[in-house]
Structures are given as C-alpha cells and as structure tokens.
Nanobody, 118 residues
Framework: QVQLVESGGGFVQAGGSLRVSCTAS????????VGWYRQAPGKQRELVAE???????NYENSVKGRFTISRDNGKNTLYLQMSGLKPEDTAVYYC????????????WGQGTQVTVSS
C-alpha cells in the first residue's frame, strides 16, 4: 500500500521561507516522477515542481528562482524549499508520485496548508 505523508506547512509572512516534506512508503521515489502540486481556493490544482527518475527538474514559471525541489533517496523523501514567499503562493501543497513512462499509477498525499500573509 502506497502512503505519502506531507509535513512542514504553516503560516509565514511575505518574503519568508518554509520547507515542506513528503515521505513515502510502499513506493520508491528514485525510479518515478515525483513532484509538488498546489491548489488555492477556487483554482485548479497546478504543478509547482517535479523531479523525474533521470533527475530532470521542472518548475512552474512563477516559482523559478524561489523554490527548490530535492529528493533524498536514502530517506525516500521529497522536499520543497520555498523562499521569497508571496501571498499568491498560499495554497494546499500536495505531494505526487506517478509512473514516469506508462502512466499506470498516480498517487497523492493528503496535502499540507501553506499560508503567506502580506
């Protein structure tokens, strides 16, 4: 059974930093496409950043230069370091892991709230 457990969300003032983490069981991050998505109230869920099994990294344009995604293979944990936070970054952040080639599976964490005040 696959479980993704996120932690590290919270409340921060604009310009501040937060790191969210996602630890997996039942699946190996290193051989999959793993990423962070977010969903703000009234908006669709969107990709924030992802790492592929071949270590290619993609960022959503608005977070480039402010957010850093990383993966600790030994701990099977995914991180998103967020700095220069803006009120528009306020959302529930979700960890995701999916089959990178055939699309056979797609798993989500429960989400962690990040709130940025102005």
């Amino acid at each position: 059974q696959v479980q993704l457990v996120e932690s590290g969300g919270g409340f921060v003032q604009a310009g501040g930093s937060l790191r969210v983490s996602c630890t997996a069981s039942g699946i190996t991050f290193r051989v999959n496409r793993v990423g962070w998505y977010r969903q703000a109230p009234g908006k669709q869920r969107e990709l924030v950043a992802e790492i592929n099994y071949d270590d290619r990294i993609n960022y959503e344009n608005s977070v480039k230069g402010r957010f850093t995604i990383s993966r600790d293979n030994g701990k099977n944990t995914l991180y998103l370091q967020m700095s220069g936070l803006k009120p528009e970054d306020t959302a529930v952040y979700y960890c995701n892991v999916q089959d990178p080639v055939f699309g056979r599976y797609n798993y989500w964490g429960q989400g962690t709230q990040v709130t940025v005040s102005s």
